[in-house]
T-cell receptor, first 123, second 107 residues
Framework: QVQLQEGGPGLVKPSENLSLKCSVS????????WTWIRQTPGKGLEWIGN???????NYNPSLKSRVTLSLDSSKNQFFLNLSSVTAADTALYYC?????????????????WGRGTMISVSS | SYELTQPPSVSVSPGQTASITCSGH??????VSWYQQKAGQSPVLVMY???KRPSGIPERFSGTSSGNTATLTIRETQTMDEADYYC??????????FGGGTRLSVL
């Protein structure tokens, strides 16, 4: 059974960088897209970006200037780095898997989700 | 991100049919997925590629898409179906987006 587990600092100061890790267990990262999605308290879901197992990425244009996704397939982990955070980045951050049902970005759905990690931005 | 619009809430009586819509520019030209999120839980995929059900999702759940609107339909709605439902799709520039979510109440 494939499982995803997010890890992060919990609290980040404004203007600092946020780094999150997602650990994948139960399967290889090969052939899948790996995604970060966030949800602000009481609000909806926001797609942040995808990284394919080859390392190619696509990002939400509204966050693109501050986001970097990377992965380490040897450790079955992928990562989110979000620079210069503000209070608006306070959210529950999920990692998810895409590509089990469709092999291209234009039809990706997310069939496996982590439990999420809450990140608060505050001084 | 790709702008998708959903009604904030839908109410239905137990045993009745609930329909949740999702609209977006040229949405019918793009595959739509739907997620169910119960309170305090992670989202769960309930429909993909407009009308395909993942393993384990009841046949009561169905999906359609045409023009600028996709619809998730839940027949014989049960109290266990109470949740927030989100649509998700990609635009032609591979930018993803989620709808704002619809709170389904089964009263």
């Amino acid at each position: 059974q494939v499982q995803l587990q997010e890890g992060g600092p919990g609290l980040v100061k404004p203007s600092e960088n946020l780094s999150l890790k997602c650990s994948v267990s139960g399967d290889s990262m090969t052939s899948y897209y790996w995604t970060w999605i966030r949800q602000t308290p009481g609000k909806g879901l926001e797609w942040i970006g995808n990284i394919f197992y080859t390392g190619s990425t696509n990002y939400n244009p509204s966050l693109k200037s501050r986001v970097t996704l990377s992965l380490d397939s040897s450790k079955n982990q992928f990562f989110l780095n979000l620079s210069s955070v503000t209070a608006a980045d306070t959210a529950l951050y999920y990692c998810a898997r895409g590509g089990a049902n469709c092999g291209s970005v234009t039809c990706l759905d997310f069939d496996i989700w982590g439990r999420g990690t809450m990140i608060s931005v505050s001084s | 991100s790709y702008e998708l619009t959903q009604p904030p809430s839908v109410s239905v009586s137990p045993g009745q049919t609930a329909s949740i819509t999702c609209s977006g520019h040229k949405l019918g030209s793009n595959y739509v997925s739907w997620y169910q999120q119960k309170a305090g839980q992670s989202p769960v995929l309930v429909m993909y590629q407009d009308m395909k059900r993942p393993s384990g999702i009841p046949e009561r759940f169905s999906g359609t898409s045409s023009g600028n609107t996709a619809t998730l339909t839940i027949r014989e709605t049960q109290t266990m179906d109470e949740a927030d439902y989100y649509c998700q799709a990609w635009d032609s520039n591979t930018v993803g987006g989620f709808g704002g979510g619809t709170r389904l109440s089964v009263l």
